[in-house]
């Protein structure tokens, strides 16, 4: 069943539920039990809200349902986030929505003409001309946001196109990188690597800039790490694919160990990270115990947010630490505090470092 199939499946029963409004409430709960009665034969699949969330952009790209614009309109956690609420568009179409049913495409376009609705169709009209004024003959594979500008003029219309299900009929078909002689180009990572004596020791990421510096300058002479990496905050899920090399270049082991903040932003950054880990083959990232066991030990702040009241979204992001630091970051998070990573830098480095030393000259 193709793509557009399965979620017109959904699309029907989304209409169900509505029972002719344009507007329709929902809960990840709701959504689970509708994904459910559409697919009883995948009922209670591990991944049915990544499934859902899939079939809802793939409606949303068809332009067949709206979904929330803002933050505001979303449930955040567990990831993938859902919406509060689906919209359902005025049935009436313009000729103009259906020019791709007549429209000349290419080989590699073709399919387009058999779908009920485009999205993008300048954007995939501008592709279909660099195709054949000589794109689909070049042997150079540039980064997307080049091919983009030289193809529409705008660095980022390919951004949304190369996301867009719809334009991906089936794997590795459609409108995709190795069409576009295209590479996605990852935030890069800056690192220092450990030096000598620290081959076969983990990689440690750490979440802020600041932090960076002084673990950075402290491993120098601890030499506990292969490589102190800069995390760039919540960019860090984007850059994952980067720990390949800086792996490789320090002779690191195949262990990722991370520390940042203890607030839902900072424990939310790993756990997304983890997923593009697994999909990229890499060492998930694992929080690094003796940092947050320290920072546990100071008082917490109120955050400038509003409590974590979600006890899934809670459950899902402090699972990612050791048992024995979870109901404390439970109670955190619930209270709408929060401890920044800061508190655990150069003087409490300094002192262990000193430690250290002291027990090696006793031994």
Not at 123 to 129: E, G, Q, R, S
Not at 151 to 158: G, P, Q, R, S
Not at 320 to 346: C, D, F, K, M, S
């Amino acid at each position: 069943m193709s793509d557009w199939k399965v979620a017109a499946r959904f699309l029907e029963q989304l209409k169900r539920r509505s029972k002719g409004r344009r507007k329709l409430l929902c809960s990840p709960e709701n959504l689970l039990a509708w994904y459910d009665t559409a697919f009883p034969t995948e009922s209670g699949c591990q991944d049915a809200r990544s499934r859902i969330r899939r079939l809802l952009d793939t409606l949303a790209e068809t332009g067949a349902i709206a979904l929330p614009k803002g933050d505001a309109g979303w449930l955040p956690f567990p990831p993938p986030k859902l919406p509060n609420w689906i919209k359902f568009p005025a049935p009436a179409r313009s000729a103009k929505d259906q020019r791709h049913k007549t429209y000349p495409w290419g080989p590699e376009l073709s399919f387009l003409a058999s779908l009920p609705s485009v999205p993008h169709l300048d954007v995939l009209v501008a592709i279909n001309t660099w195709l054949r004024d000589g794109g689909r003959d070049t042997d150079i594979i540039v980064p997307l946001r080049e091919r983009s500008i030289q193809i529409t003029h705008d660095e980022k219309a390919l951004d949304a196109v190369i996301r867009c299900q719809t334009l991906q009929p089936q794997p590795g078909k459609g409108v995709t990188l190795g069409l576009l002689k295209s590479y996605r180009a990852p935030p890069p990572l800056a690192y220092e690597c450990g030096g000598e004596g620290t081959e076969g020791r983990p990689v440690l990421v750490i979440e802020n800039a600041h932090t960076w510096y002084s673990f950075a300058n402290w491993n120098r002479t601890a030499r506990r790490y292969a490589a102190v990496v800069y995390g760039n905050g919540s960019y860090f899920a984007a850059s994952v694919p980067h720990l390949r090399s800086i792996i490789a270049k320090s002779r690191a082991a195949q262990e990722v160990r991370y520390f940042g903040d203890l607030d839902e932003a900072g424990l939310s950054i790993p756990v997304w990270a983890t997923e593009v880990a697994w999909e990229e083959d890499l060492p998930p990232p694992q929080p690094e115990e003796w940092l947050y066991t320290e920072l546990l030990k100071y008082p917490s702040q109120k955050n400038t947010g509003k409590p974590c009241d979600d006890e899934t979204s809670v459950t899902s992001l402090v699972a990612w630490l050791p048992e024995h630091l979870r109901n404390p970051v439970r109670t955190i998070l619930g209270r709408g505090e929060r401890i920044a990573q800061e508190r655990v830098g150069t003087s409490f480095l300094a002192a262990e470092h000193a430690q250290e030393d002291e027990t090696a000259r006793r031994s």
